[in-house]
Nanobody
């Protein structure tokens, strides 16, 4: 079993900052990638940022404002969100694509989601 535990969401004024954390635990052989997605009311879930051993990737809407980082020793991924805008309001979900054993295929695991609300 694999669990993803998220923390760090909350309410912030426009222009403010928040830092999200997500720690993966359980039976983990190797993690291919970790990332953050978000889903606003009435909208589809979208990729915010992801990170692998090769680098990171960002949605155009957050480039220059958000920074994703990873502590591989702790199986933890962070999302530093600066200059927040009301349109960043959403439930943010942590994702990890990982293998639980050497001969298994990578699978996606998800956190329970954390609410981020940016007031204008």
């Amino acid at each position: 079993q694999v669990q993803l535990a998220e923390s760090g969401g909350g309410l912030v004024q426009a222009g403010g900052s928040l830092r999200l954390s997500c720690a993966a635990s359980g039976t983990i052989f190797t993690i291919n990638s970790m990332g953050w997605y978000r889903q606003a009311p009435g909208k589809q879930r979208e990729l915010v940022a992801s990170i692998t051993n090769s680098g990171s990737n960002y949605a155009d809407s957050v480039k220059g404002r958000f920074t994703i980082s990873r502590d591989s020793a702790k199986n933890t991924v962070y999302l530093q969100m600066n200059s927040l805008k009301p349109e960043d309001t959403a439930v943010y979900y942590c994702n990890a694509r990982l293998k639980t054993a050497i001969l298994t295929r990578p699978q996606d695991y998800w956190g329970q989601g954390t609410q981020v609300t940016v007031s204008s």
